[in-house]
């Protein structure tokens, strides 16, 4: 899409979203102010047609001052938005500050009716009104206008309650549209976390609160002023028994709100706390507890997470089986060594579960010890196979051959599936006592896997045929790596495997025997 049109785009978005915004208010207003307000103004007090032009007046004169100054302020709440939608190539920081105002215009919308509306409307209304009381214009107790300030309150809180929520369904087009005009035109992805400017626990408290106590305190303001000429006894009462009656109110909104977010809360949290597990690698799923539409969520997460975990080990079957074509090809160059790079692989990943490691770990033990010898690909046949004895120059070259395979597994993409691989490969003929090679590596400065793939593959070259000697007996191999623990191999590692080993041929003996 090209600027002009993407501007042309923003520019009819802007004013779509500016003319429901005004909608909204004048719909919020009309129920509040004019419905709300004006309908318990005159079913309540008792006066004159000729008070009531002068009240008109001052309601007239109130709105005016009301409607400058909440202008003004919503201009200013709406600027960044503007400018977001109207510029021809817009920076980053142009669009994230419009997504980030968006973010905030249903709590500015909540600020805009309590403060420049409410008081625009109310401050120079009681002022007027306390005036032409002075002037003997109108006629009722002061503590009308109080009540009128109070009830006022409560109306513009039910106003901005009703405001905060349209203005919440209002912006969502303008959040698509920011994320769009990131994404074209400076390939980033605009990211929501962060801007949460209201949580969940004090938008349903304060929600349930006001619809749950507004309409019992207008009454109560109402019927205070409807019976304020009864006698001071039955006045005291009537405060006893409606404040009784506003305390029960507020007690029972606000356990019910609070029932009513915990519930709403819960299985929020429990998805999040299971989606930031998927996120960390941990695909596990969620038990579906719920009776209601967060089943539903529930449910296509749990969906979601299958999905995941079928790939997921698609995807571990198809490496696996890459790196045991590689290993194949490999040994395939020597038949005298066929098959060398899966028994190393098995006798690693027996170490591995031995030493009771996790199965992402002997994943990785098993993936690095299929391609421990992968770097061989790069010395010459007439090296490599030779039958005789190598001259120094050639077992040099033999030598190179870890670090040779580090140097090929880094140019695999993507590099992080790689990186977990090349310890083992480049440091499998390092020995214990820092005699080895490449790197003089001594003890645990060797990395995990170089130690444990070390036994592996030692054992596998003692027992397998070569062309200038027959493969050892199992027991003397096992019998040298014990020795060897400790100065060759780790001490460790190496006791693992010629205990399993010996008590495997022992059994089997047992059974031979029988």
């Given amino acids: 899409m090209d600027t002009d049109s993407t501007r042309l785009q923003g520019v009819a978005l802007y004013y779509a979203f500016r003319n429901k915004l005004v909608r909204n208010y ?54 960044p938005i503007r400018q977001g939608l109207f510029c021809r190539t817009c920076t980053v920081q142009t669009i994230e500050t419009a997504y980030r105002q968006a973010h905030k215009l249903p709590q500015l919308a909540v600020f805009r009716i309590l403060v420049p509306h409410f008081l625009g409307l109310a401050v120079p209304a009681a002022g007027l009104t306390l005036w032409q009381m002075s002037r003997g214009l109108l006629h009722f107790p002061p503590i009308y206008v109080a009540a009128a300030a109070a009830g006022a309150f409560l109306v513009a809180s039910m106003h901005a309650m009703i405001e905060f929520f349209l203005t919440t369904a209002t912006v969502r087009p303008l959040m698509e549209e920011f994320h769009r005009l990131a994404q074209e035109t400076h390939r980033i992805e605009l990211n929501p976390e962060g801007h949460v400017v209201l949580s969940i626990r004090p938008k349903f408290l304060l929600s349930a609160m006001l619809i749950g106590t507004s309409p019992l305190l207008l009454f109560t303001l109402a019927a205070q002023i409807r019976l304020g000429n009864l006698n001071e006894e039955m006045m005291t009462g009537y405060w006893g028994w409606a404040g009784l009656i506003l305390l029960v109110d507020i007690i029972f909104t606000y356990t019910g709100a609070r029932l009513l977010t915990h519930e709403v809360e819960r299985p929020i949290s429990h998805l999040y706390d299971a989606m930031n597990h998927v996120k960390d690698g941990r695909l596990k799923t969620v038990q579906n507890v719920y009776s209601d539409e967060f089943s539903r969520l529930a449910t296509g997460f ?11 080990a698609q995807t571990r079957a198809m490496l696996d089986s890459y790196f045991v074509t590689l290993a194949v090809a490999l040994d395939a160059r020597d038949a005298y060594t066929a098959g060398h790079s899966l028994r190393v692989a098995e006798y690693s990943e027996l170490i591995g579960r031995l030493s009771r490691m996790t199965e992402e770990d002997i994943n990785v033990i098993r993936q690095s010890a299929l391609l421990h010898d992968i770097g061989k690909i790069g010395i010459r046949d007439t090296v490599l196979l030779k039958e005789g004895r190598l001259t120094e120059e050639e077992f040099d070259q033999i030598k190179a051959h870890p670090v040779l395979g580090e140097t090929i597994l880094k140019q695999i993409e993507p590099k992080d599936a790689m990186a977990p691989l090349l310890p083992g490969v480049r440091s499998h003929h390092e020995r214990y006592d820092g005699k080895g090679y490449p790197d003089g590596l001594a003890g645990d ?34 019998s040298i790596l014990e020795e060897g623990g400790g100065t060759q191999w780790d001490p460790e590692y190496a006791r693992i495997f010629v205990d399993y080993m010996r008590n495997q041929r022992l059994g089997k003996a047992a059974g031979d025997d029988t």
């Fill in 26 to 79: 004048i719909f919020g207003s009309l129920f509040a102010v004019w419905i709300v307000g004006s309908a318990l103004v005159l079913t309540t007090i008792s006066i004159s047609p000729q008070e009531i032009k002068r009240l008109a007046i001052i309601f007239a004169c109130s709105m005016a001052v009301m409607v400058a100054v909440e202008s003004w302020i919503f201009t200013r709440h709406v600027r």
């Fill in 445 to 478: 400065d060797i990395p995990l896997l170089g130690r444990i793939i070390a036994v592996a593959d030692a054992f596998d070259a003692m027992t397998s045929d070569r062309p200038y000697r027959k493969g050892m007996d199992v027991a003397k191999a096992l």
């Fill in 302 to 312: 749990n969906m979601m997470v299958r999905a995941l975990q079928s790939r997921e």
